[in-house]
């Protein structure tokens, strides 16, 4: 299913601090990437977070899923991917 999110959306409407871009669950994971690509980027959902930053004028979006380094994390922020970096498992154990 494609949700369709515009600038005028409610999300935005509301006033939202911010949003989290992530996805799957432990029964149905969307994490669960594996070309090589997207492992060495190490952002899961960096296209997702491409198509719908640009909706979201005065809301931080965060990206979730996939980040084990930090220069990784640095590159996503600097090239605006992203306004911040959610931290799971990173934080929570050494690979």
């Known amino acids: 299913m494609h949700t369709r999110i515009d600038p005028n959306s409610d999300v935005e409407a509301c006033g939202f601090d911010f949003v989290e871009l992530s996805g799957g669950t432990v029964s149905m994971p969307a994490f ?32 979730t899923g996939g980040f084990r380094t930090a220069p990784a994390m640095v590159k996503a922020v600097a090239d605006r991917l992203t306004d911040g970096i959610g931290l799971g498992r990173p934080i929570t154990a050494e690979p």
């Open 32 to 63: 669960h990437h594996r070309r090589e690509s997207t492992r060495k980027r190490e952002a899961f959902f960096a296209e997702f977070a491409e198509q719908i930053r640009p909706v979201f004028e005065d809301t931080v979006v965060y990206l």
